[in-house]
Nanobody, 125 residues
Framework: QLQLVESGGGLVQPGGSLRLSCAAS????????IGWFRQAPGKEREGVSC???????NYAEFVKGRFTISRDSAKNTMYLQMNSLKPEDTAVYYC???????????????????WGQGTQVTVSS
């Protein structure tokens, strides 16, 4: 059974850091395109970052230089290291999968078929 389970969210002060995890089961992350998305209250969901099968990454402009996406093949888990967090980063963060073995840079605007339940990140003093 295919499953994506996020964890690692919480409350953090501005300027702080968090690392989100997305544990995958029922499929291999190495043979998929996977990404992080977020949705703040009253706003549409937006793409944050993605990673292709060959490890190439892509980031939304608003997180470049602050967030880093990575993947641990042995653990079949994806991560999002978030540094220099800002109040506007407050949102529910979701991991998602495209069942596509992609060589080359992924796109956050492509359709992602499978989603986790989300983890809340709150940046506040």
């Amino acid at each position: 059974q295919l499953q994506l389970v996020e964890s690692g969210g919480g409350l953090v002060q501005p300027g702080g850091s968090l690392r989100l995890s997305c544990a995958a089961s029922g499929f291999s992350l190495d043979f998929s395109t996977i990404g992080w998305f977020r949705q703040a209250p009253g706003k549409e969901r937006e793409g944050v970052s993605c990673i292709s099968s060959d490890g190439l990454t892509n980031y939304a402009e608003f997180v470049k230089g602050r967030f880093t996406i990575s993947r641990d093949s042995a653990k079949n888990t994806m991560y999002l290291q978030m540094n220099s967090l800002k109040p506007e980063d407050t949102a529910v963060y979701y991991c998602a999968r495209r069942p596509v073995f992609l060589l080359g840079r992924c796109r956050l605007t492509d359709p992602y078929d499978d989603w986790g339940q989300g983890t809340q990140v709150t940046v506040s003093s």
